[in-house]
Structures are given as C-alpha cells and as structure tokens.
C-alpha cells in the first residue's frame, strides 16, 4: 500500500479515531480530502475495522452526488489514511432557508436519488445528517453531495459492530436505529432524510431532547410535530387568516407523519417516492414556488496568477486548474531551488471564490506581505489589483492576480 502522496493544507475536523485534512495533491495539481486513523489505535480494533471497511467499501463505488475515495494506505508513522475528492461547497442550511419548499425539494430528490443509489448497491449510511452533506456548484446553480460514509455497511454483510451497539447522531436517528444498530437498513437513511428535510423546512428539528435517553423516547413514543412555520418566512404565500402566526401545511405535515414513521415497513419505500410525495404535499400546501438559483460563490475575478521571482523568467498559472505549490521539489509547480527551502513550502488554492495561501508545514516558515503564516490556518490573498509578496523564508515571490 503506497504512503500518503499529499500535503497537508488545514484541519477539516478532528474525532476520537481520526482527523480528517484538507490537502493538496501536488503531481496531478487538485485538493483532496484525507482521512487519518490515529496510529494508537490497533490494527485488530474496531475503530480500525471499520475504517479499513469504509476505505475497502467505497474505492470501488464511483456514484452521482456521493463522494469518492480514491485511494488508502499506510503513510511512514504507520497511520492508515484514506483519500476523497474535495467538495467545495456550503452546508445547505446556509443556502435553503426556513419554508423554500423549492430549494428543499432539489435538496431532498438529489439526496434521496444517492440513497437510491447506496442501497441499489447494497450499502446503508447509517449516520445521515448536514454535516455529512454538502452543496457544491452545478451547472444549474448547485446540487447535494453526500460527503462522508463514515459509519456505512454492506446490507449483504455482517457489521464490524456487536449486536446492541448504537452508531449514529441521536438528532437524526430512528427509532431501530436506537434499538440495535446491527439490523437497520435503508428505511433508516430515509428516516434521517426526513428529519434533515423538517429541519430545513421549519427551522428546527422535530425532536430536541437534551440528553440521548429523552431523545430516545422521543424518537420511539412521540408523534411527529406539525411543522408550524413561521407566517413571517412564508413571504408571498396565500392565506387566509391574517391572525394565523404560523403557515398551515396539513399535507407537508402528513408527509412528515409518514416519511418519520416509527414502524420502517410504513415509510417511503424509496429516496425517489419520497421526492415525488413531498413535491405533491408542497404543492398541496401552496409552500412550492419554484425560484432561481444563485451560484454558491461569485468566480474569482482575477483567475490568473502572474509569478514573479528575481533573475527569472515571469510565469503565468490559470488558478481555475487547480492549486499552486511552492518548494524545491521538482513536481512543485513553481520550484525554487535553496537548501534553506522544504520540498513542499507553501500553497495557494482557491476555495469559495477566494484565493487563500497556506504554508505546509514548512521548516523555515513562510511570509505574506511580512505576515508570518502559521501552518494549518490559510490566509487570503490581498483583494485588489496590487501584487503581493510571498516570502519563502529568504526567497522573495511576488504575485499578482490578472483577469482571465
């Protein structure tokens, strides 16, 4: 198994088993999202099984709006890492907002069409929540990618978990799923959908138990709310009590009923009769307007990075083509030869319509415009049409941005 290829940018998030970096994979010029099992943890652990597991499951799978794994391994510390394609997207709450019933429904047919997809193959979630989705730009605005199967399952297979074990994020997780994780299916992932959609619609989740026992019983005893939207969102919307403090939505809230259904036999038998049902109850409820679609993030209006270094040739690089690292190694797309330089020193990549510079834990260190750049906290770059200075240790490299 080969040792991990890629340069460490930033931290993404970190756990009890692992932490996950964002990083840059020089040669072939991309981001790349890796994921790192602690060395202390056993090769025989569970921890470890199930990783090797999520690893060995998904390098294979190559699915429409689920992301992909690339590739595994063991890096030179003896720490298993696991390799993903980088999503630049947003969370979707920061995009759909409360009673855009529209947006909500894209959001939910693109989720549910993965799901489909999953079980079609034969792997379940099981920890199907926002922090593991992510909108990313389309060609039609944007479109749900499903980020992380840190917990997924072969249906077919036995687990790596033991009978009576719990996985998953109590928000989210069904009424079986807190019985006995061992024995759930894709009635399970629909649940979690479900409860994704209600929060997006109203604001809140369904059930917001503070401990995991009251959020058991809710999931296991407790109706489904009605959604009561707040009448103040639903700009634009017919109604006809001017009283009303809330948005009446029997359909919508009947969709609920079922779409969270306590018994897994009574839900939706599929991500696409979900969509299909939610589409008619929102239409049902006068809630679905159709609207259009903003992109995620305006396009840099500089693409093209003019590099400058003394006694040398100027060098163009269109930004739009992936990153830029600086350093002494050859595969580095802007080499620098002095022994005082680390092979990988600095990068600069593009993310969310900004240019950001990093340095990647460089020996010497590394200067922006006389900042000192602390490894794994990116900085942007200047806005404005004014060259700046990126200094590595004593080796000066100005850049300007230009339009493309």
Not at 199 to 217: K, N, Q, S, V
Not at 275 to 280: L, P, S, V
Request: contains cysteine; glycine residues 8%; proline residues 9%.
């Amino acid at each position: 198994m080969p040792s991990s290829p890629y340069r460490k940018i930033r931290p993404l998030g970190e756990g009890a088993v692992g932490d996950v970096q964002l990083c840059v994979d020089v040669g072939r010029r991309r981001l790349v999202v890796v994921k790192w099992l602690r060395a202390e943890l056993q090769d025989g652990s569970q921890p470890a099984i199930r990783f090797r597991r999520e690893a060995e499951l998904m390098a294979g799978v190559s699915l429409t709006g689920v992301i992909k794994v690339e590739e595994w391994g063991v890096d030179d510390l003896g720490r298993t890492w696991m390799a993903m394609e980088f999503v630049d997207g947003l969370p979707p709450s920061a995009v759909i907002g409360p009673s855009d019933a529209w947006s909500v429904h894209r959001f939910l047919e693109g989720v549910a069409d993965s799901l489909d997809d999953l079980h079609g193959v034969g792997i379940v979630h099981r920890d199907l929540k926002p922090d593991n989705v992510l909108l990313r730009a389309g060609l039609d605005g944007w479109e749900p990618v499903i980020i992380d199967l840190g917990i997924a399952k072969w249906l077919s297979q036995e687990t790596a978990t033991a009978t009576g074990s719990v996985f998953g994020t109590p928000y989210y997780m069904s009424p079986e799923q807190f019985r006995d994780s061992k024995h759930v299916g894709p009635a399970t992932d629909r649940y979690a959908l479900a409860v994704m959609i209600f929060e997006l619609l109203a604001g809140h989740r369904p059930f917001e138990g503070r401990t995991i026992p009251e959020l058991l019983r809710l999931h296991l005893e407790a109706p489904v709310p009605p959604l009561e939207i707040p009448k103040r969102l639903c700009t634009g919307m017919l109604h006809n009590d001017p009283q009303a403090k809330v948005y009446p939505t029997p359909s919508l809230d009947l969709f609920m009923a079922r779409a969270m259904h306590k018994d897994p036999r009574l839900r939706y038998h599929s991500g696409a009769e979900m969509a299909a049902e939610f589409k008619k109850a929102a239409l049902a409820d006068g809630l679905y307007t159709q609207g259009e679609l903003d992109p995620l993030f305006d396009p840099l209006p500089r693409p093209i990075a003019e590099i400058s270094i003394e006694g040398r040739p100027m060098q163009r690089f269109d930004l739009r083509h992936g990153p830029l690292v600086f350093g002494r190694h050859e595969s580095c797309q802007v080499v620098l030869a002095s022994s005082r330089l680390s092979r990988y020193h600095a990068c600069a990549y593009v993310h969310r319509g900004r240019l950001w510079v990093a340095d990647l834990q460089s020996q010497n260190g590394s200067l922006l415009d006389d900042r000192r750049l602390t490894p794994g906290l990116p900085v942007p770059f200047p806005r404005g049409d004014k060259p700046a200075r990126l200094s590595l240790y004593n080796r000066p490299v100005e850049i300007r941005l230009l339009p493309g």
